[in-house]
């Protein structure tokens, strides 16, 4: 059942508690409430995601009109590498999590990247091969919104027909469309097309997949994992507004501590009264990769002598707790296009709440998507002087850069310009090598921690991410654009020499908001990481992590769908040891 208030607990003390409703914390509830006998109490600081128009169509999303407080309030300390901006930093609050207020992109990157996780745990179960058993379950493909014949779009044997979460192919076509396909086949060596970029083969141009249903809604971890068939279990309890602010040593098992109960307060109004329960067999930590490093600080689990400084007492001294975070930075290329080739004039004004009435009224038109047909993911040539210095991708088939193309203006947060009809292409470092941080700026907690990405902090990623700017500009050189893109706008016209791309980087970047990190998997006894390859936090009994903040490195593609496979297969673990 879904509780708003602790007082309609019908207990205190369950088998596991699921700290944070997000993404992996609802697939991991999902699956251990199969078991009819096992009682399980998610608690998640954020509210119900029922019925809010603004997370249930697809396009809106990132930085568009979301209301405010579905986000944590975080803003991120001042980014040396971005001239010392800083600004704010989204995360879903609410049941879903990031999954429910975010740009839908499926992508599951590079069967490279899941087979270097493999390699780094010495767990062979996170191989790309492994964690492939996972998809039936976890994915149903479905048509697009606008059921158009999708032969060629996508491949078929690479999708779950009958899993929970709901995956299709744009359902709007724009006249960009052609131009981009048309570019795959003229210059075919740099920009190949790829007919489904998430069937282990990442690299080249594909249409996008979103997490959109049929008809198309988003499909979040929240209506796909507790939708109200799986609410319903009686063994399933979920209590929203509930903010865990600590989790409490117990005792000690086999000389280490042991950690079975959990504080929480009011996660509306940011204060007490505090409860508390209790988790018989093992607590999980699903918060995210930001709220999980600040929950383990607040509870002492962390670098001794940061945690001593804000007064907090060490339970656990692991200094690579928060340590190791990772994000994509992302700038965009905008050029124009001729009046009315693009989605721009959908999105303004009275046009926009007739694309809103369109949606609510048939569920088709512009809205039924994230925000771009299709996404490219490309490498640095071998030959790159970029490279010389090693190749920080997972291996061959993983991407070094990608290009997001959009059929309208897109610079979260800034505002849509007045007129104008815009082609867009969002330039990514898809492997980054800069790490950042996550720590303590106060035992208040409540008070967010000091968030440091530390973007393009090494050569490799300005470098990187300069060439991802001219591999746009190449782009778009192409014949096939001829007649359609007019010229470079704004203060990304100037971006034409190195050094000035550079400065437009360091000067306009943000980022595609996938920061990962901050309890990192490592193989059993490494001198590094914060959870075994169990997801087992080291040195600790009774607690796991199980959510994006485990990832040693960020897959090189959008990390949502690497998180369901891993929360999946997280389950089977977590059960399996009950079994035990
Ligand atoms: C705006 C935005 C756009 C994005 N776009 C894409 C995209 O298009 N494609 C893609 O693949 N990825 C995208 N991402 C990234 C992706 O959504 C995340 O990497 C992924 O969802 C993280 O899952 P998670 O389970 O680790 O965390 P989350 O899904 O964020 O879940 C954490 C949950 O824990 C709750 N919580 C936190 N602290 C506490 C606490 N102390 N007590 C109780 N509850 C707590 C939170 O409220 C939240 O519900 C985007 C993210 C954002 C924010």
């Known amino acids: 059942a879904l509780y708003d208030s602790p007082s309609q607990l019908p207990q205190t003390v369950f088998d596991y508690v699921i700290i944070g409703g997000g993404t992996a914390g609802a697939v991991v509830a999902n699956r251990l409430t199969e078991d009819r006998d096992v009682s399980v109490l998610v608690l998640e600081a954020g509210r119900s995601n029922k019925n809010i128009l603004e997370i249930e169509i ?48 499926y992508t599951r990157g590079s069967s490279d990247d899941y087979d270097g996780y493999a390699r780094l745990t010495g767990d062979n179960g996170w191989s790309w091969n492994s964690l492939k058993k996972y998809i039936p379950r976890h994915e149903k493909f479905v048509p697009p919104a606008d059921d158009h014949n999708t032969t060629g779009e ?32 003229e210059l075919p060596q740099e920009f190949p097309f790829n007919q489904d970029h998430n069937d282990g083969t990442l690299l080249g141009v ?13 499909s979040s971890s929240a209506t796909a994992y507790l939708a109200d068939e799986f609410l319903n279990r009686p063994n399933m309890h979920v209590l929203v507004h509930a903010q865990a602010t600590k989790i409490i040593q117990t005792g000690t098992v086999k000389g280490r501590p042991s950690f ?60 690579h707790v928060g340590q190791n975070m990772t994000d994509h930075s992302l700038a965009v290329a905008p050029y124009t296009v001729p009046d009315g080739q693009s989605l721009d004039h959908f999105l303004r004004g009275d046009n926009l709440t007739a694309s809103v009435a369109e949606w609510n009224a048939t569920m088709k038109g512009p809205l039924t998507f994230a925000v771009s047909n299709h996404l490219g993911f490309h490498r640095l040539p071998n030959n790159s002087s970029i490279l010389a210095g090693g190749d920080p991708s997972a291996g061959p088939g993983a991407s070094h ?22 082609f867009t292409i969002s330039v990514a470092v898809s492997c980054p090598t800069s790490r950042g941080t996550i720590t303590l700026a106060s035992a208040d907690p409540f008070a967010q921690p000091n968030i440091d990405p530390n973007y393009m902090a090494t050569d490799f990623d300005i470098k990187t991410h300069i060439e991802g700017v001219k591999m746009a500009q190449r782009f778009v050189a192409a014949k096939a654009w001829d007649g ?7 203060a990304y016209a100037n971006a034409t020499t190195d050094e000035k791309i550079e400065e437009y980087l360091r000067s306009t970047a943000l980022t595609f908001s996938h920061i990962l990190g901050g309890a990192e998997v490592s193989a059993k006894g490494a001198s590094w990481g914060v959870v075994d390859p169990d997801l087992k936090v080291k040195g600790a009994e009774g607690l796991r992590v199980v959510d994006a903040s485990i990832f040693p490195y960020l897959p090189s593609a959008h990390p949502m769908a690497a998180t369901y496979l891993f929360a999946e297969r997280a389950s089977d673990l977590i059960k399996a040891d009950r079994r035990k």
């Open 58 to 105: 697809p396009f809106y999303g990132p930085g568009v009109s979301t209301p405010p407080d579905l986000f944590w309030n975080y803003t991120i300390v001042p980014q040396p590498g971005y001239n010392n901006r800083s600004f704010f930093y989204e995360r879903g609050r609410v049941l879903g999590g990031s999954s429910s207020v975010n740009g839908d992109f």
């Open 154 to 185: 996508f491949v078929p044997s690479a999708h779950g027909k009958n899993g929970l979460v709901q995956v299709s192919l744009p359902g709007f076509a724009f006249p960009s469309d052609e131009h981009v396909i048309a570019t795959t086949k």
């Open 206 to 218: 594909a249409w996008s997949q979103g997490t959109v249903g049929h008809p198309a809604k988003r």
């Open 260 to 319: 079975h109960a959990v504080q929480f307060g009011d996660g509306l109004n940011l204060t007490g009264p505090f409860h508390a329960v209790n988790a018989t067999k093992e607590i999980i930590v699903s918060c995210g990769p930001i709220g999980t490093p600040h929950l383990l600080q607040l509870s002492g689990i962390g670098d001794a002598k940061a945690l001593a400084q804000v007064g907090i007492k060490s339970v656990i001294n692991n200094p």
């Open 401 to 422: 850069i990608e290009l997001v193309l959009s059929p309208t203006w897109v610079q979260f947060p800034d505002p849509r310009p007045p007129t104008g009809s815009f």
């Open 484 to 490: 359609f893109i007019l010229e470079p706008f704004g």
